[in-house]
């Protein structure tokens, strides 16, 4: 909170401080990086005079580095003390790991607090509900509650795999049942919710605000979330990487939020771009001792604002909007609606990249570019793992060289072909 009104120098003197501090604790401890800087003929010396200009010198690290190599090479061998391992989703292909210490994890989350929950006035102790990839019920006909209960954080976790007409209001009962302040979690199963709330005429809570994150952000959700509840609606950018964090402030302005990380936004050239450009995000996480993630291609894109000035009176970074992935929409026999397929290539490590295809109801494709054919007890892994989100469902493997790109250098991790 003492940051919260630093000057943009303040800013830079306070990045490169934790950036030397990194980068020499990269050199003596983190096997990937001491190999990196000695053949780039970076040595202890130079790294303890970097400019944050200087990170230009070092190359990307790219996902397929870090899947490889995130609990191996990348590693420092000198962890800090309670550390745990997080996986990201693996909607896209096998999922990274990331270690948090206790200490990253709570400074992380204070982060998280003084600049996502206070800019939208609530905090710690406001009773949430939570849409996100946790699987709280392992089948997919399971019958409800469709929501477990975190009392210690006074946390209504709902499952993001049963929303339909037919179990909406269970969802609101939960809402009401353990008095649900704000929402949070996916921006489109949250929306799928409040829609099919209004649909149906039921009375939702009021809330304080709705916060959405790892997707993207649409005028049409931001709408129906005052029309259900209420409130207005926060975005934000961040990762189980936790090597960057973009938060929409109390004036609706999206900023890079400096404490977490160093972020570039550059062009297909590899140069920073331009205000009013879009370009690719480039980050290095200032907080992770045990896994540095220097320079690390996230895979999303985001648009610099030509305006880099904010009513709020805070100088970050101000981008106009998180160009992420827009999913399609799968639809269950029962009408429940899925963007997103969390875990579903979890600990198949061959699986570089997979696009989840529905071409009927109850029957989906999976384009995989791989290192190799799946096992049958790896099909059969899968299958299971989307049954236990959809319900009855068959399967069938197209093994691809690479999955097509959209003009921005992306794909689809779902895609629905109902009504094309």
């Given amino acids: 909170m003492d940051r919260e009104y630093f000057s943009y120098s303040e800013w830079n003197n306070y990045q490169t401080y934790l950036l030397r501090k990194l980068l020499i604790h990269s050199f003596d401890t983190v096997p990937y990086y ?60 096998t999922p990274t790991k990331t270690r948090y210490s206790l200490r990253m994890h709570q400074t992380y989350f204070s982060i998280f607090e003084s600049r996502i929950n206070y800019w939208a006035n609530i905090d710690y102790k406001t009773p949430r509900g939570v849409i996100g990839g946790r699987r709280i019920l392992k089948e997919g006909n399971a019958k409800g509650p469709y929501y477990r209960y975190n009392f210690i954080e006074k946390q209504t976790y709902f499952s993001a795999y049963h929303i339909s007409p037919s179990t909406v209001k269970n969802y609101v009962e939960g809402m009401f049942k353990h008095k649900v302040e704000y929402m949070t979690g996916y921006a489109s199963a949250n929306f799928h919710l409040a829609k099919m709330i209004e649909e149906k005429g039921i009375e939702a809570p009021r809330l304080k605000a709705v916060l959405t994150s790892s997707e993207p952000l649409t005028n049409e959700m931001r709408e129906t979330f005052f029309r259900v509840y209420g409130c207005k609606t926060f975005d934000s950018y961040n990762g189980v990487e936790a090597c960057n964090l973009i938060s929409e402030c109390e004036f609706g302005t999206l900023h890079i939020v400096p404490d977490v990380g160093i972020v570039e936004i550059i062009n297909d050239e590899g140069e920073p771009v331009l205000p009013g450009e879009t370009g690719e995000i480039i980050s290095t996480g ?69 696009q989840v295809v529905q071409n009927s109801l109850t029957d989906f494709s999976i384009n995989i570019v791989s290192e190799g054919e799946l096992s049958v007890d790896e099909v059969s892994l899968i299958e299971m793992r989307m049954q236990s989100q959809l319900g009855p469902v068959t399967i069938g493997l197209n093994y691809m060289n690479e999955i097509p790109r959209t003009k921005n250098g992306k794909f689809k991790s779902v895609i629905s072909l109902l009504n094309s």
């Avoid at 990196?36 to 990170?55: A, C, T, V, W």
């Avoid at 309670?82 to 896209?92: M, N, P, Q, V």
């Fill in 34 to 93: 001491k190999d990196l800087f000695i053949r780039l003929g970076i040595e202890k010396y130079d790294l303890s005079r970097f400019s944050i200009e200087d990170l230009r010198k070092i190359p990307f690290l790219n996902k397929e580095i870090y899947r490889k190599q995130g609990v191996s090479d990348l590693l420092s061998d000198s962890l800090e003390p309670s550390g745990e391992f997080y996986s990201s989703s693996g909607s896209t292909g």
């Fill in 286 to 354: 200032l907080l992770n001792f045990d896994q540095p993630l220097i320079r690390y291609r996230m895979g999303d894109l985001v648009t610099l604002s030509k305006n880099q000035n904010c009513a709020c009176g805070r100088n970050m970074i101000v981008v106009d909007e998180i160009v992420g992935r827009i999913e399609d929409t799968v639809v269950g026999l029962d009408g429940r609606r899925i963007n997103r397929f969390h875990g579903i290539f979890v600990d198949i490590m061959s699986i570089k990249e997979a």
